[in-house]
C-alpha cells in the first residue's frame, strides 16, 4: 500500500484534533478490518491501543501488555501476532483483522459458532485472541507449517494434541482449554475455516 | 399457564455468547466515554517503609499530563470501610506516607492519554526510607496467633491423643502451598465519573452492589448518591470480590480532576494489589484402625496474612464434614506479615486443605495396604461428625462409585512404581472432597410487562459463571414461561441489595430471590411489579450440613530423568445439586479442575527474601496452565438435590478446584514412589539422581 500523506484526513475522520508533533507523533493510514483509518499517533502507540482506544475496537482485549497471554491477538496479513508487542506505526500497510472484522454482518464464522454451540469461553476475555489465534493457527497449519510436536520429517496431522500446542500462546483461566481444543478441531472438520 | 417446556437441566449455549465471539461484549476498560482522561497507578518498590518525597514537579509539565494525587492531596478515607471480615486497611490508599507492602499504591498520574500518564508514571521519582521487612512465613513463626473464627473456628471433638494412641497406623505429615494469585485474565479496570451529584462507576468486580457500599462507606458518600456498573467481567476468581485499588484510585481522580478517569491496572499491579492465596503450611494426624476405620483427625493449618485486614482461610472446614471421625481437633493459626492482604481465591480453604487431607488419607490407606478408595467409603459419616446435623444431601459415595467405573479405577495396582511406559513412570491417584452451599439474602424484583414479557432484575454478577443464562433459565420455570419471555437486567447497583459473585453461592442466592417472586408475581395474578427479600427466608432455613461433593481422578505421566510431570486423564464426578444447565456447569468444573491441575503442577508466587518483593509477577513468571498443560477432561455429574434451596441447586464454582490437587500429588506418589507434600510439584522436587533403576 502506497502511503500517502494525508494532512487532513485525521480532522475529515473526527478524530481528536491533537496537534501533530513531529518528534513524537506519526500519521499513519491503519488498515483495519477492510477500513482505512487516518490517525496521528503517538510514536508509542501500541497496535493494541490504536485499536481500542483509536479506532474504538475494543473487542481485542489487554491481558499483559507483555506479549505473555495471547488475549490482543489479531491478524496482520493473515498471520497471528501479539498486538500488546507491534507499535501502532508499524503496522501501517498491513491488513488488520480483529474479531470484528472476522464475520459478516451478523454471520459468525464457523470457528465463531463453534465457541458458541461448544462452550469455548466463561468469562470472554480470552475468546478474542483464541479467535484470531485459532483462525491464523489453522491457516499456517493448511500451508503445512510444522510445530513442536510434529514428528520430524513428517507432515503435520491436526490432533488434540497438535492444536493444543499451537494454541499454547493463548491462556485461558477460565479453564475452557478442553472446549476450546473441540472449537477448532470442529471448525477444522467442517472445512471452512473462515467461512 | 402456558406450558413452556422446562428451561432448567437443559444444556443451552450462553445467551451472551454471540456477543463475546464478536468481541462485542464491552468489559470495563471497553465502556467508550466523552473527554476521558487515564490514570496510572504508580506502586511501592520497597516493601516496608516511608514515602520521602513524591516529585511531582519533575513530571507535572510532560506532555498531557493533568496531574498526581498523592497522600499529600489525596481525599480522606473513612478508615470504617471494610469488608465480611471487618475493616480493610488494604482500602486507605494515598492516605498516609507508610509503605505496608510491596506494591502499595502511592501515586496515581493522570494524563490526557495512555501513552502519556505511562510515560509520566514510569518518570515520577518517589524516594522511600527503608525499615526493615519480614515476609518469612512459616506455622511456628512468633507472630502467630489464632485466626479470628468467624467460621471454620477451633474443633474438638473426643480425646485425638488417646485415639491416636489407640490407632494400628498413624499418619503425621506436613503439606507446604506457596502463594497463588487469582490471575483473571482480565485486569482490574474502573472508570469513575460525576454525573451532577452522583458518582458513576464502571468497574470489574463480583458484586457492585457490595462494591458500592464499600465505596459509599470509604468516601463518606450516602450510599443513594453512588452507582457502580459492570457489564461482563473477566473473571474474579476471589480477586475481585473486594472494591479494588482501581476503583478507589478512579474515584479520586474523578474528584481531584472533576472528569471522567480510567484507572486499569497492569499486569504486573494485578499481582501486586489484588487478592491472593496466602502461603499455608498444614499439619495433618490421621489415626485408623486395621480395618480402616478413622479413629482420630488432627488438622491444623498457619497462613500468612497482614496487619491490615483480617481474613480466615478455612483449610481445616471440609475435615469437619468429609469423614467419620470420634476424635476431631482443628486450628487456625494466622502470621501477620509486610504482605498484601491475601483473600479468598477459587476454592479459598478448601483447595489448599483438601491437598493436605486427601494426600495424608492417601498415605493412611498406603500403611494399610487398603485401596484408598474403599478407605473414603469404610469412613462415610451418618451425621456432621464435628456438628452431629444431619445432611441435608450427601452423594460422595456415588461420586466415589461412578468415577471408579468410569475411570477403570478397580483394576489398579495400589503398590507405587509398578507401571512404565519407556522413560515415563505412570501412576493414578483420587481424592474425595467437599464445599459447603448456601444462600444469602438477595432482593429480586419481577415485572410483568403489558406485551406478555418479564422483566427479571436482580443484582447478580456474571464472571463467565453464566448467570445471565442460568438465572434465565430459573426466572422462565419460575414464572411457568418459555425463556424468551424473560429480559433479565442485572449488574447495576441501582438494582438494590444482593449476595456477590462468590462463595459458591451466587446462582443459589439469586435464583432464591428470583423464584420467591415469580411465586408472588404468579399468585397476585401476574400484575405489577414484585420485589422480594429472601433474609428472612434464610433464617427460617433448618440447620444441616449442605454441601456440594465430587470425587477426582487423575492419571499423571512422570519423567523421572527430568522430573516433569504431566496429567493425561482427569476425571471428576460431581454432585452439585440439581444442575442449571449442564453444558456451562460442566465448562465450570471442569474450569475448576484445570486450576487444580495448575495449582498441582505450575503456580508459585515466589518472593526475594531479601527484598520482599515478588520475583515472577507476570505470566512469564508465574506460570498458570496452558493449553498444552491441558488433557481432554472428563466431568460428569451424579443425580442430587438439595431440599433446603429453591429449585434443589447447589453451588458448583469451586468445588472443580478442590480435590484435583491431591489426586494428582497422589497419582505422583503411585508412579514414583514419592510423596509431594509441598506444591507445585516442579520437576526439581521430582527428578531422581538414578532413574529407572
Known amino acids: 500500500m502506497a502511503f500517502h500523506r494525508l494532512s487532513t484526513c485525521a480532522v475529515a475522520l473526527g478524530e481528536k484534533g491533537v496537534a501533530l508533533n513531529e518528534d513524537t507523533h506519526s500519521e499513519i493510514l491503519l488498515h483495519v478490518n477492510g477500513v482505512k483509518h487516518c490517525l496521528s499517533v503517538d510514536n508509542r502507540t501500541t497496535l493494541l491501543d490504536a485499536l481500542r482506544e483509536r479506532v474504538g475496537h475494543t473487542g481485542t482485549k489487554k491481558g499483559c501488555d507483555h506479549g505473555q497471554c495471547g488475549a490482543c491477538t489479531v491478524l496482520c496479513d493473515g498471520r497471528r501476532v501479539v498486538s500488546c508487542l507491534m507499535l501502532a506505526v508499524a503496522a501501517e500497510g498491513a491488513e488488520v483483522t480483529t474479531v470484528e472484522g472476522l464475520g459478516g454482518d451478523g454471520e459468525l464464522l464457523p470457528i465463531q459458532q463453534e465457541f458458541v454451540r461448544l462452550d469455548g469461553f466463561q468469562c470472554g476475555y480470552c475468546t478474542s485472541g483464541q479467535i484470531c489465534s485459532a483462525v491464523g493457527m489453522l491457516a499456517e497449519y493448511a500451508e503445512g507449517w510444522p510445530s513442536a510436536v510434529t514428528a520430524p520429517g513428517s507432515e503435520p496431522v491436526l490432533d488434540a494434541v497438535e492444536v493444543r500446542e499451537r494454541m499454547s500462546g493463548n491462556l485461558c483461566r477460565c479453564g475452557a482449554y478442553p472446549s476450546i481444543v473441540r472449537a477448532v478441531l470442529e471448525t477444522a472438520a467442517r472445512g471452512e475455516v473462515t467461512g | ?693
Open chain 2, 1 to 693: 399457564m402456558s406450558g413452556a417446556a422446562p428451561a432448567v437441566g437443559v444444556a443451552r449455549p450462553r445467551v451472551e455468547g454471540p456477543a463475546k465471539v464478536t468481541g462485542r461484549a464491552r468489559y470495563a476498560a471497553d465502556v467508550p466515554m466523552a473527554d476521558l482522561a487515564f490514570g496510572i497507578v504508580v506502586v511501592s518498590t520497597v516493601t516496608r517503609g516511608r514515602i520521602r518525597d513524591i516529585d511531582v514537579a519533575a513530571v507535572q509539565d510532560m506532555p498531557g499530563v493533568l496531574g498526581v494525587i498523592d497522600h499529600r492531596n489525596a481525599p480522606r478515607l473513612n478508615p470504617d470501610a471494610g469488608h465480611f471480615f471487618g475493616p480493610d486497611g488494604g482500602l486507605q490508599l494515598l492516605q498516609d506516607d507508610v509503605i505496608p507492602h510491596a506494591g502499595r499504591p502511592v501515586a496515581l498520574v493522570v494524563a490526557e492519554t495512555l501513552e502519556q500518564a505511562r510515560a509520566a508514571a514510569e518518570a515520577l521519582p518517589v524516594t522511600y526510607e527503608v525499615l526493615p521487612h519480614d515476609t518469612d512465613f512459616s506455622a511456628d513463626h512468633p507472630a502467630g496467633r489464632a485466626a479470628m473464627a468467624l467460621f471454620d473456628g477451633p474443633v474438638d471433638v473426643g480425646d485425638v491423643d488417646r485415639e491416636l494412641a489407640a490407632s494400628a497406623v498413624v499418619v503425621r505429615e506436613r503439606y507446604f502451598t506457596p502463594e497463588e494469585h487469582c490471575s483473571a485474565m482480565e485486569p482490574h479496570s474502573a472508570t469513575a465519573w460525576w454525573e451532577g451529584e452522583r458518582l458513576q462507576a464502571v468497574d470489574s468486580n463480583q458484586g457492585p452492589f457490595f462494591i458500592a457500599t464499600v465505596v459509599a462507606t470509604l468516601f463518606s458518600l450516602p450510599l443513594e448518591q453512588v452507582r457502580i456498573r459492570t457489564e461482563h467481567v473477566g473473571g474474579g476468581f476471589g480477586s475481585k470480590g473486594l472494591c479494588g485499588p482501581q476503583l478507589v484510585l478512579a474515584v479520586m481522580g474523578a474528584m481531584h480532576f472533576a472528569r471522567p478517569v480510567r484507572v486499569t491496572l497492569s499486569r504486573n499491579q494485578v499481582f501486586l494489589t489484588t487478592a491472593m492465596r496466602p502461603a499455608i503450611e498444614q499439619m495433618v494426624r490421621i489415626g485408623a484402625d486395621d480395618d480402616g476405620r478413622l479413629r482420630a483427625i488432627h488438622h491444623e493449618a498457619a497462613f500468612e496474612l497482614s496487619p491490615l485486614a483480617e481474613y480466615i482461610e478455612g483449610c481445616t472446614e471440609l475435615t469437619k464434614t468429609l469423614y467419620a471421625t470420634p476424635a476431631l481437633r482443628t486450628r487456625l493459626t494466622a502470621v501477620p506479615l509486610d504482605i498484601l492482604p491475601p483473600y479468598s481465591m477459587r476454592g479459598p480453604g478448601a483447595a489448599p486443605g483438601s491437598f493436605a487431607l486427601e494426600c495424608a488419607m492417601d498415605e493412611v490407606a498406603e500403611r494399610l495396604g487398603i485401596d484408598p478408595l474403599e478407605l473414603r467409603l469404610r469412613n462415610e459419616p451418618t451425621v456432621g461428625p464435628a456438628s452431629g446435623l444431619p445432611f441435608s444431601t450427601r452423594n460422595l459415595v456415588a461420586c466415589l462409585r461412578e468415577g471408579a467405573r468410569r475411570f477403570g479405577w478397580a483394576s489398579r495396582d495400589h503398590r507405587p512404581r509398578m507401571r512404565r511406559e519407556g522413560p515415563l513412570l505412570v501412576g493414578t491417584g483420587l481424592a474425595a472432597t467437599s464445599f459447603s452451599v448456601g444462600a444469602f439474602p438477595s432482593t429480586a424484583s419481577i415485572t410483568a410487562e403489558p406485551d406478555g414479557t418479564f422483566t427479571v432484575v436482580v443484582n447478580a454478577t456474571d464472571l463467565g459463571t453464566g448467570a445471565r443464562t442460568a438465572l434465565t433459565a430459573i426466572a422462565a420455570d419460575a414464572l411457568a414461561v418459555g425463556a424468551e419471555k424473560v429480559r433479565l437486567r442485572i449488574s447495576d447497583s441501582d438494582f438494590g441489595p444482593a449476595w456477590s459473585a462468590g462463595g459458591s453461592r451466587g446462582t443459589t442466592s439469586w435464583a432464591w430471590a428470583i423464584t420467591e417472586a415469580a411465586a408472588k408475581l404468579r399468585s397476585s395474578g401476574d400484575q405489577g411489579t414484585v420485589t422480594v427479600d429472601t433474609a428472612q427466608l434464610l433464617n427460617d432455613l433448618p440447620s444441616r450440613e449442605r454441601h456440594s461433593y465430587s470425587a477426582v481422578f487423575a492419571e499423571v505421566t512422570v519423567d523421572p530423568a527430568t522430573g516433569e510431570v504431566r496429567v493425561r486423564r482427569l476425571l471428576g464426578m460431581f454432585a452439585v445439586g440439581r444442575v442449571v444447565n449442564p453444558l456451562m456447569a460442566r465448562s465450570q468444573v471442569i474450569g475448576g479442575m484445570i486450576g487444580g491441575l495448575s495449582m498441582a503442577l505450575h503456580e508459585e508466587g515466589v518472593r526475594d527474601p531479601v527484598s520482599g518483593r515478588h520475583i515472577n509477577a507476570d505470566f512469564a513468571g508465574y506460570h498458570i496452565s496452558a493449553h498444552a498443560d491441558v488433557p481432554d477432561i472428563e466431568a460428569d455429574f451424579v443425580p442430587d438435590y438439595e431440599p433446603g434451596i429453591p429449585m434443589g441447586i447447589k453451588g458448583a464454582g469451586e468445588i472443580g478446584n478442590v480435590g484435583t490437587p491431591a489426586a494428582i500429588a497422589n497419582a505422583v506418589w503411585h508412579a514414583t514412589g514419592s510423596r509431594q507434600r509441598a506444591l507445585p510439584i516442579r520437576p526439581d522436587r521430582v527428578i531422581e539422581e538414578h532413574p529407572l533403576q
